[in-house]
């Protein structure tokens, strides 16, 4: 069965920071894998996917296969940034659910 | 940009009342989902819809509940017999292809079972 992990509730670093949010996941096949975040009062939303290989918001996430890992990493958090962060997996397949691990909340503190 | 809409945002029931969530997911979008949300847990799959059945269901998913598609535009989550354990937000999302595109959330609907 497919498993996603965070291994922080909660990340605080100082605006300017580097930040490091961890995803590992368990799957035996090739997953697809997300970030989500949910800022105060907003909706779940995509933040990137690792087949895009893109930069959204300076944040970015390198699928290591090796390491069963796609952490978050942003060089110079902002105030902004602060929200829930989740790491979501979905086997490649269609009508197949997504699965998503326990969230991180980042606090970006001034 | 098109969004999936949730109504109500706040439902708050008795005890083994029925109750129907709703959802209107986007427009050109194929798989429907609800996903579930304690307050301070993890975001839960409950079940995924597609061609007017159920392509999966979780564990969660038990036979107090179910889905519908009952027009074009609407896609439905019913508790039968809500319980306190219920209480949670309820989160619509939908896709375009199933596994191999990502999720667009509403923006839930905060269920309080009393």
């Known amino acids: 069965a497919q498993r996603v992990t965070q291994p922080e509730k909660l990340l605080s670093v100082f605006k300017g920071a580097p930040v490091e949010l961890k995803c590992n996941y368990s799957y035996s096949g090739s997953p697809e894998l997300f970030w989500y975040v949910q800022y105060s009062r907003q909706r779940l939303q995509l933040l990137l996917r690792h087949i895009s290989r893109e930069s959204i918001k300076g944040f970015t996430a390198d699928l290591n296969k090796g390491e069963t890992s796609f952490h978050l990493k942003k060089p110079f958090a902002q105030e902004e940034d602060s929200a829930m962060y989740y790491c979501?997996?979905?086997?490649?397949?269609?009508?197949?659910?997504?699965?998503f691990g326990p969230g991180t909340r980042l606090s970006v503190l001034p | 940009e098109p969004e999936v809409t949730q109504t109500p945002s706040h439902q708050v029931t008795q005890m083994g009342q029925e109750v129907i969530l709703r959802c209107v997911p986007i427009?050109?979008?194929?798989?429907f989902y609800w996903y579930r949300q304690i307050l301070g847990q993890k975001v839960e799959f409950l079940v995924s819809f597609y061609n007017n059945e159920i392509s999966e269901k979780s564990e969660i998913f038990d036979d107090q509940f179910s889905v519908e598609r009952p027009d074009g535009s609407n896609f439905t989550l019913k508790i039968r017999s809500t319980k306190l354990e219920d209480s949670a937000m309820y989160f619509c999302a939908s896709n375009r292809d199933g596994g191999n595109s990502p999720l667009h959330f509403g923006n839930g609907t905060r269920l309080t079972v009393t």
């Open positions: 979501a997996l979905s086997p490649r397949g269609y009508g197949q659910n997504f699965v």
């Open positions: 427009s050109n979008h194929l798989y």
